[in-house]
């Protein structure tokens, strides 16, 4: 019967390295027994209680506010004003005498307020909040797919580290053997105290290596326990991952229509858009309703001295001369907004390099493990004739050990392209924003990052938003902006003729630090390296 290596050499390392029955809080218990933990699980508590992303989620629904804080002005405003004042003065009259005036007097108001037209201030400004919020939900989606990815890393890094640490003492147990058949050898006259060196050598290497490697296996441990939020215990062989594109064009089509940094990008840009248009409203007209009622005793704390008063008015109020700060936002909000539109290129040029890498990792990943494995096969067949001609007096120790080490490599060399090559997959699909918990398992109940929105914007609503919002969106200026600056093309692009081939030497040995200079002082900061004068 033919048996896979690879599965034999996972087994082995769960054996060796998975924890005592109720030493991990994080693992569940069937009938008695350690239970082991699937990948599926590891995401379920990472996605439900992971710091990082909950603070994500934190940080959106405080953007959803912002929604809310934007449309306030649709909404009436309305607020009491209770005054209870006292005053006292003394002034000289005709006698030539003091004379002392009091005053006492008491008043409550109700105030209210409420705008009928921004000119569109207001729908640019819930615009830009709207779309900010939809930047804050991809920036949500990024996080949660590199909080998997790091789940994904984690659990195939332990689960490599077992497998190098199992690899790493059959290593060393195999070598103990060699050197204990070398040694009884010499006793005999057949080997010399060289080819005991030789592999005592050897075996105090793999002896060091096996200590890096578990060292390394706790590392991982660790990692897995801070993202997961739990030990690991023993890991089951992780599930094909899905989602995954069959070709790496589809991967950069893939890109363009779902990145979650691309798309956070195209998000931020639209509230650059918004807010240009809110900085050109700044110049249209605000009319407002305000009216007040209320009851006030100019001259005593007496209610029945208290009489009605009201007040009502319309206004009008708009800009003339503001100094040219109206205009100097609007160069800035499309400055920005420029801005805005080249980091969506860049985000995108991110994008499409790192899922190129990652493509080229798992393929590269999986020739490796290819070959590892067949290498792992030819070995052990090797070594196995070998180890048997040196019992028969026919190899030499040297060729013994130099056939193990050849195992050793190639049984690393199999096992890290393994871990490498799912690594690879899983960042592919983060990258792509594909690996969300709902596409792992489907039984991982998802965060839904729109109920938020839904109700602040319930809790907030105002009688005359459905009437004022369409007004006050059909006022919005235009938010066009002009392309940015473009440098032309360069006429000549040669190199200018270096002074010198290579930096000379001596090298430097002592830096030229003295003491401290006195302070020169701040300067005109009107002076013509800011103004830009020549």
């Known amino acids: 019967m033919n048996v896979d290596p690879r599965r034999l050499l996972l087994l082995a390392a769960l054996m060796w390295c998975a924890p005592a029955a109720g030493q991990d809080a994080g693992t569940s ?42 449309g306030s002005p649709y909404r009436l405003n ?63 989606r990024e996080v949660e797919n590199a909080i998997l990815f790091e789940v994904v890393d984690a659990y195939v890094s332990v689960r490599r580290d077992q497998a190098l640490v199992a690899i790493q003492q059959r290593s060393l147990e195999s070598y103990g053997r060699q050197l204990e058949q070398a040694i009884a050898r010499e006793r005999g006259g057949d080997l010399t105290r060289i080819e005991i060196a030789q592999a005592r050598a050897q075996r105090e290497i793999v002896r060091a290596q096996l200590s890096q490697a578990v060292a390394n296996l706790q590392s991982s441990r660790g990692r897995f326990a801070a993202v997961v939020g739990h030990n690991p215990g023993p890991l089951m062989i992780p599930p094909t991952l899905p989602g995954l594109p069959t070709t790496l064009d589809g991967a950069y089509a893939i890109v363009e229509q779902e990145s979650p940094s691309l798309w956070q990008a195209i998000m931020a840009t639209r509230a650059g858009d918004a807010r240009i248009a809110a900085q050109r409203a700044e110049r249209a007209p605000v009319v407002a309703l305000t009216g007040s009622y209320g009851y006030s005793s100019p001259y005593s704390y007496q209610l029945r001295d208290a009489g009605p008063a009201a007040t009502g008015a319309v206004t009008l109020t708009m800009p003339l001369l503001t100094g040219g700060v109206i205009g100097s936002r609007v160069r800035a909000a499309i400055a920005e907004r420029q801005q805005l539109g080249f980091e969506v290129e860049s985000a995108r040029r991110a994008a499409l390099v790192t899922a190129q890498s990652a493509w080229n990792q798992a393929v590269a990943s999986g020739e490796q493990m290819d070959a590892g494995r067949i290498a792992t096969g030819a070995a052990q067949d090797a070594l196995t004739g070998v180890q048997r001609g040196f019992s028969e007096g026919l190899r ?80 919005v200026p235009s938010a066009a902006a002009p392309a940015a600056p473009v440098l032309p093309v360069a006429g000549d692009a040669r190199i200018r003729p270096a002074a010198l081939a290579a930096v000379p030497g001596p090298t430097g040995r002592a830096v030229p630090i003295g003491p401290r200079l006195p302070d020169p002082g701040v300067g005109d900061l009107s002076d013509e390296r800011v103004t830009g004068g020549g």
């Open 396 to 475: 030499s120790n040297f060729e013994v050990l130099d056939s193990e080490q050849r195992l050793l490599t190639a049984q690393l060399v199999e096992t890290n392209a393994t871990y490498a090559a799912y690594a690879a997959e899983a960042r592919l699909l983060a990258t792509l924003g594909r690996l969300q918990a709902a596409a792992i398992d489907r039984a991982v109940p998802a965060y839904d990052p729109a109920r938020n929105t839904r109700q602040v914007r319930a809790q907030t609503f105002g009688p005359f938003d459905p009437l004022l919002a369409p007004i006050d969106r059909a006022q």
């Open 78 to 140: 309305a607020g009491i004003n209770m005054a209870l004042q006292y005053r006292s003065q003394e002034q000289r009259n005709l006698l030539d005498r003091f004379d002392t005036q009091r005053a006492r007097n008491m008043g409550a108001t109700l105030t209210v307020s409420q705008i009928l037209l921004n000119g569109g201030r207001t729908a640019a400004q819930v615009s830009a909040a709207e779309a900010s919020v939809l930047a804050g939900r991809e920036r949500l």
């Open 29 to 70: 218990y069937v009938e008695g027994r350690l239970a082991p933990e699937t990948l599926g699980q590891a995401i379920a508590d990472a996605y439900r209680s992971n710091p990082a992303l909950e603070g994500q989620r934190a940080q959106l629904r405080a953007l959803d506010e912002q929604i809310v804080q934007a």
